[in-house]
């Protein structure tokens, strides 16, 4: 899982680096590699383990080295595969290349166990759906438990899947998943346009038919935060060129 840190305040970027060099001489599964952005300034993009593990890292950095940090949106390495055979790994959505060199995307994808209690499968599966996910067999433990065996896009999983899960099933629900294989997808690089200037750490890569629900919540939310200037200022999710959401943030 990758995700860029950016220092809250440009000042502390030294502080960052060091902190982040210590971290990763007791944790050989942390990596990190320094970056920048537009709207952020510099930082890091860094890799874990996964989610458990970017919370721990980003949690000692502000208690054990005293650093306010940014996060950017979880991501996961694709496989972008280009016209001509060349494929290349994209880790980081700015990364992604020109979509009319691309013949195809392939996503990681986990092959899931999931435990839940007989009455929360119709909810669990419809959760499953919704995270494109696919069913493949079904096992009744006893009289009360089912075993879902499952394949599910990494990405889908990254966020709130375990969350969901466990309220769903009142936290009897459980998850156990192995890495699966790479698989193509309809994917898209989804960027966020304010005052129609993209902004790079809001770019991400989703699925197209989630993209406009996404771009849409997106929109609404930098509406909410974005403090307001003497001008209207359109806030924009897009696909390339075409336009796929909009708010307009008033002026005061």
Same mark, same amino acid.
Request: hydrophobic share 40%; glycine share 8%.
């Given at each position: #899982? ?22 990763? =001489?007791?944790? &050989? ?19 874990? /383990? ?52 691309? =013949? ?14 007989? @009455?929360? *499968? ?18 009744? =433990?006893?009289?009360?438990?089912? *075993?879902? %065996? ?8 990254? #966020? ?18 192995? /890495? ?5 997808? @309809? =994917?898209?690089?989804?960027?966020? %346009? #304010? ?10 890569? #989703? ?8 771009? %849409? ?7 909410? /935060? ?10 924009? &999710? ?15």
């Amino acid at each position: #899982v990758f995700c860029g840190l950016y220092p809250l305040e440009s000042d502390d970027y030294e502080k960052l680096k060091a902190a982040l060099g210590r971290l990763r =001489l007791n944790d &050989a599964a942390f990596v990190y590699s320094s970056e920048s952005s537009l709207a952020l300034g510099f930082g890091f993009r860094c890799g874990f /383990l996964g989610l458990l593990h970017m919370e721990i890292i980003q949690e000692r950095i502000r208690r054990e080295h005293d650093v306010e940090i940014i996060s950017t949106y979880p991501s996961v390495i694709y496989h972008v595969i280009k016209h001509g055979g060349e494929k290349i790994d994209v880790d980081n959505p700015v990364n992604m290349p020109d979509p009319g060199t691309i =013949l195809e995307i392939r996503e990681p994808t986990i092959r899931a166990s999931i435990i839940l209690p007989n @009455d929360s *499968m119709g909810d669990i599966l419809a959760l499953i759906m919704e995270k494109r996910g696919t069913v493949e067999h079904t096992d009744t =433990l006893d009289m009360n438990r089912v *075993m879902l %065996r499952c394949v599910l896009p990494l990405n889908e999983i990254l #966020v709130d899947f375990n969350d969901r899960l466990k309220s769903i099933t009142h936290g009897y629900g459980s998850m156990d998943y192995e /890495l699966g294989d790479y698989r193509a997808s @309809d =994917l898209v690089k989804m960027d966020i %346009r #304010v005052n129609e200037e993209p902004v790079d750490a809001f770019s991400s890569i #989703v699925h197209a038919t989630k993209a406009e629900g996404r771009g %849409r919540a997106l929109c609404e939310k930098l509406k909410e /935060l974005l403090p307001r200037q003497l001008f209207k200022v359109a806030i924009q &999710a897009a696909i390339g060129s075409k336009v796929i959401a909009r708010e307009t943030l008033g002026s005061v």
